[in-house]
């Protein structure tokens, strides 16, 4: 049974980067069976699609946050992690990692993200 | 850009009686990417069906998916008070990929 488990600074300064890493036991992110992505919630709103990792090198991301998103992969450590940089207040969120190709068949418990000075 | 619109945005039901969630697109999905997920409070979303009618294993066969190119609904048949949740719709294609519908959420009449 594949297991997804974020970590990384719950606070981050607004102007600076956004960094979270994706723990994943029971699959492997190197190998082509499955995409892994990003994905995000506000407090009290819907989930919006960051970013994915296929095959450890391609990577796609939403248009909306493109130009501030860097997602890569540790095979050796079978993690795989976000870099989202030029943080507001608007980027405060739980963040989650999840496994999935047409839809998102595990996900991780969430890491909260708080952007404040 | 396809945008998914769910309706209710809430509904008040009691338990044992059956819900229908609606989830509408803006423009036809294609090859049945429609997916649907449940989320409790604190917790991350969880897969309840794909492929439009497809259940996860485990899911109780109360729930069910229905539907073709721009209307797709979740009905649950006989409400349990574990049923009781924020309730998404996803379709896969297009650019970005991944779109959401906002949500429904499903509480206690």
């Known amino acids: 049974q594949v297991q997804l488990q974020e970590s990384g600074p719950g606070l981050v300064k607004p102007s600076q980067t956004l960094s979270l890493t994706c723990a994943v036991s029971g699959a492997s992110v190197s190998t082509g069976n499955y995409y892994w992505s990003w994905i995000r919630q506000p407090a009290g709103g819907g989930l919006e699609w960051i970013g994915r990792?296929?095959?450890?090198?391609?990577?796609k991301y939403n248009p909306s946050l493109e130009s501030r998103v860097t997602i890569s992969a540790d095979t050796s450590k079978n993690q795989f992690s976000l870099m989202l940089n030029s943080v507001t207040a608007a980027d405060s969120a739980v963040y989650y990692c999840?496994?999935?190709?047409?839809?998102?068949?595990?996900w991780g418990q969430g890491s909260l993200v708080t952007v404040s000075s | 850009e396809i945008v998914l619109t769910q309706s209710p945005g809430t509904l008040s039901l009691s338990p044992g009686e059956r819900a229908t969630l609606s989830c509408r697109a803006s423009?036809?999905?294609?090859?049945?990417?429609l997916a649907w997920y449940q989320q409790k409070l604190g917790q991350a979303p969880r897969l309840l069906i794909y492929g439009v009618s497809i259940r996860v294993a485990g899911i109780p066969d109360r729930f069910s998916g229905s539907g073709s190119e721009t209307d797709f609904s979740l009905t649950i048949s006989r409400l349990e008070p574990e049923d009781f949740a924020v309730y998404y719709c996803?379709?896969?294609?297009?650019?970005?990929?991944?779109?959401f519908g906002q949500g429904t959420k499903l509480e206690i009449k």
């Open positions: 999840a496994r999935g190709l047409l839809k998102f068949d595990s």
């Open positions: 996803q379709q896969y294609g297009g650019s970005p990929p991944y779109i």
């Open positions: 423009q036809s999905i294609t090859n049945n990417y």
């Open positions: 990792i296929y095959n450890t090198e391609s990577t």
